[in-house]
């Protein structure tokens, strides 16, 4: 990550108990894909600015709650955690977001990731998409133009109103995008699909 973390950009409205996460197999799903993330550096951990030497991991993930619905609720990873050791009782609830306000509603014992405003743009613009998956990868972001994968436009700081609208400007009717010199998103119908798809970014990356 080559910016510094400071925390959410939003205000978050916590509103009760996330529902049944802690038994969904989709959940669980979430924190495996967030697991296999980290394993491959796509979730780099960093020392939180908290002085107490705590770490999380860089990198959020994402599925629509309703697959194929034009609903935009989701569940997402909280924010400030480490991907190893995930629960799916740790995840976040988003119920709406109100973008203009910059104000997001959610349930859960944690608040959800700094990008769930981009997430949340994401779902709004993509009824097709159902898993919304934000990287680190300084190989994929280096090598993008070379690679030929599409970048937003200019760098815009995590978190913020302005990024997630470049990025679901950037992102059209593709499925892997390169956050400029910031990370990467890959999304799809399925964690699966958005999973794998950032996999094969980051073998291709590596690749001389």
Not at 72 to 89: E, H, K, R
Not at 108 to 122: T, Y
Not at 155 to 161: D, N, Q, S
Request: positive net charge.
């Amino acid at each position: 990550m080559t910016e510094k973390y400071v925390g959410v950009k939003y205000s978050c409205v916590l509103r009760g108990a996330a529902p049944r996460l802690a038994g969904d197999a989709r959940a669980r799903e979430l924190c495996g894909w967030s697991l296999r993330f980290h394993d491959f550096g796509l979730r780099p951990d960093y020392r939180k600015a908290d002085g107490n030497g705590g770490v999380a991991s860089a990198g959020n993930l994402s599925y629509r709650l309703r697959v194929g619905a034009g609903e935009n609720q989701f569940v997402i990873t909280p924010t400030g955690m480490p991907a190893v050791d995930l629960s799916a009782g740790e995840l976040a609830f988003v119920d709406r977001v109100d973008e203009e306000r910059r104000v997001v509603y959610a349930r859960g014992a944690f608040a959800p990731s700094s990008e769930a405003i981009m997430h949340h743009a994401v779902y709004a613009a993509r009824r097709d998409v159902n898993a919304v998956f934000h990287g680190h990868g300084d190989e994929i972001v280096k090598r993008a133009e070379a690679l030929g994968f599409p970048q937003t436009r200019k760098f815009e700081e995590y978190g913020t109103l302005e990024l997630a609208r470049e990025a679901v400007k950037t992102l059209g009717k593709r499925d892997f995008i390169v956050l400029r010199a910031h990370g990467f998103l890959s999304v799809g119908a399925s964690m699966r699909e958005a999973g794998e798809q950032a996999l094969r970014a980051r073998e291709k990356a590596l690749k001389r």
